[in-house]
């Protein structure tokens, strides 16, 4: 059954301290996606990926870091520096936009929950 | 300004009932526009994708329309059930970016 996996559903850290997101597809798609989900606003993009071995800044990638070294896995990390970091963060991925824009349906993870204290 | 504006904020219906939630955009390009449910802790699923020359989609009892004169959609939701309690993400893509409204919370109840 193919779909997105993230994993924890929950995370909770320390203030100072980074901490990686797992998001693992087995859709075949070439591009994945990280949002960030806040109360009473829409998602926001974080990073992105069209292809492995790149990625591109999304809206709000300070204090973020992601990596592309295969085409099922982007793991997020959120490092010190995000000074908002607590968060319902979604990731998803899709076959890879055409070039004249968003034409295909995004596919959601479950999300995983961080807080920092 | 992109924007994407969804309303009401939040509704609660008796199940069985009917329902229609609207979203209106200021987005340019425009490329689509699409309708997510979102149940509670979970991710967004999506419910339709609808082009600039699309009026109406149906998927099930969900039926979104769209007027791309007046930048507005509709998903009306028939016989509401208990399992439609969720909130309704309205999207719009405008070239290369996605444009997420805030959402509706819709819940029914028994």
């Known amino acids: 059954d193919g779909g997105i996996t993230q994993s924890p559903k929950y995370l909770f850290r320390k203030e100072g301290q980074n901490v990686t997101l797992s998001c693992e597809q087995n859709l075949n798609h070439d591009a994945m996606y990280w949002y960030r989900q806040d109360p009473g606003q829409g998602l926001r993009l974080i990073y992105y990926?069209?292809?492995?071995?790149?990625?591109q800044k999304g809206d709000i990638a300070e204090g973020y870091s992601v990596s592309r070294e295969k085409k099922e896995s982007f793991p997020l990390t959120v490092t010190s520096a995000q000074k908002n970091p607590t968060a319902f963060y979604l990731c998803?991925?899709?076959?890879?936009?055409?070039?004249?824009?968003?034409?295909?349906?995004?596919?959601f993870g479950n999300g995983t929950r961080l807080t920092v204290t | 300004k992109n924007q994407v504006e969804q309303s009401p904020q939040s509704l609660i219906i008796l199940e069985g009932k009917n329902c229609t939630l609207q979203c209106n955009y200021t987005v340019s390009p425009f490329s689509n526009l699409r309708w997510y449910k979102q149940d509670t802790g979970r991710g967004p699923v999506s419910l339709t994708i609808?082009?600039?020359?699309?009026n109406t989609k149906s998927n099930g009892r969900y039926t979104a329309t769209l007027d791309a004169d007046t930048k507005q959609s509709s998903l009306h939701i028939t016989a509401s059930q208990l399992s439609d309690s969720a909130s309704y993400i309205c999207v719009v893509s405008a070239g290369d970016k996605l444009i997420f409204g805030t959402g509706t919370r819709l819940q029914v109840f028994p």
């Open positions: 990926s069209q292809i492995v071995n790149d990625f």
């Open positions: 998803a991925s899709s076959m890879p936009q055409g070039k004249t824009g968003w034409n295909s349906p995004l596919h």
């Open positions: 609808m082009t600039f020359s699309e």
